[in-house]
């Protein structure tokens, strides 16, 4: 069975500060999927980035970086010079590869709320 | 409208009225999606169709029935919730098996 774990339940950061959240998963496939969503106050869960199990290269997009390490099961996400439109709940998630309908099932962490004070 | 959209964005019922809630993509997606998010409690997939036929259903009760009447709409029919059916409920849209799910902005539904 997948699992999917985040350990912080809430960061609180000062503007401008860099934050990692972690994420840890669990599963008995060699063909997964990875992915992290960010939940404003609003609710709409918000895609930010797939990663496929074959491709371990890290990722940035602006401010936003995720490490990937196969060897220790993580994807980490990293926000650079955080701002206060960074608060929000932020969760990873993850879905098999195989055929069957198996994929189509994203297994979320519990999500991390970050807090980002002026 | 773009992405994915779902009426109404807020809803309170009694435990003895029927409603629905509405899902509608704009996306060209042909997979659907219900999940249930409550308060501390990692999201749970509820339902899922791929070309209008559902092909997960995760033991939930018979007082939520969905409905997919073509590949961009979804429908969420309640009858006789209960109060701990309380929740926000998100719909999403994905092409293809694998594909990356797009979620609406949820449905608040408070159930007294």
């Known amino acids: 069975a997948q699992k999917v774990t985040q350990a912080q339940t809430e960061i609180s950061v000062v503007e401008k500060e860099d934050v990692t959240l972690d994420c840890v998963y669990e599963?008995?496939?060699?063909?997964?999927?990875l992915f992290w969503y960010k939940q404003p106050p609003s609710g709409e869960l918000v895609f930010l980035i797939r990663?496929?199990?074959?491709?371990?290269q890290n990722e940035i997009s602006g401010r936003y970086s995720w490490n990937f390490q196969k060897s220790t099961s993580s994807f980490n996400f990293t926000i650079t010079a955080s701002q206060v439109v960074d608060s929000a709940v932020y969760f990873c998630?993850?879905?098999?590869?195989?055929?069957?309908?198996?994929?189509?099932?994203?297994?979320f962490g519990k999500g991390t709320l970050l807090t980002v004070n002026p | 409208e773009t992405g994915v959209t779902q009426t109404p964005r807020h809803l309170v019922m009694g435990m003895t009225n029927k409603k629905s809630l509405k899902c509608e993509q704009h996306?060209?997606?042909?997979?659907m999606y219900w999940y249930k998010q409550s308060a501390k409690k990692p999201l749970e997939l509820m339902f899922v169709?791929?070309?209008?036929?559902?092909?997960e259903n995760n033991s939930v009760p018979s007082r939520f029935s969905p409905e997919c009447p073509n590949s961009s709409h979804l429908f969420l029919h309640l009858h006789t919730l209960q109060p701990e059916d309380s929740a926000l409920y998100l719909c999403?849209?994905?092409?293809?098996?694998?594909?990356?799910?797009?979620f609406g902005p949820g449905t608040r539904l408070l159930v007294l």
């Open positions: 996306l060209g997606h042909n997979a």
């Open positions: 169709y791929s070309l209008e036929e559902r092909v």
């Open positions: 990663r496929n199990s074959f491709d371990e």
């Open positions: 998630a993850l879905s098999e590869g195989g055929s069957g309908g198996s994929n189509y099932k994203l297994t």
């Open positions: 999403a849209s994905s092409q293809g098996e694998g594909g990356t799910q797009y």
């Open positions: 599963t008995r496939d060699t063909t997964y999927y």
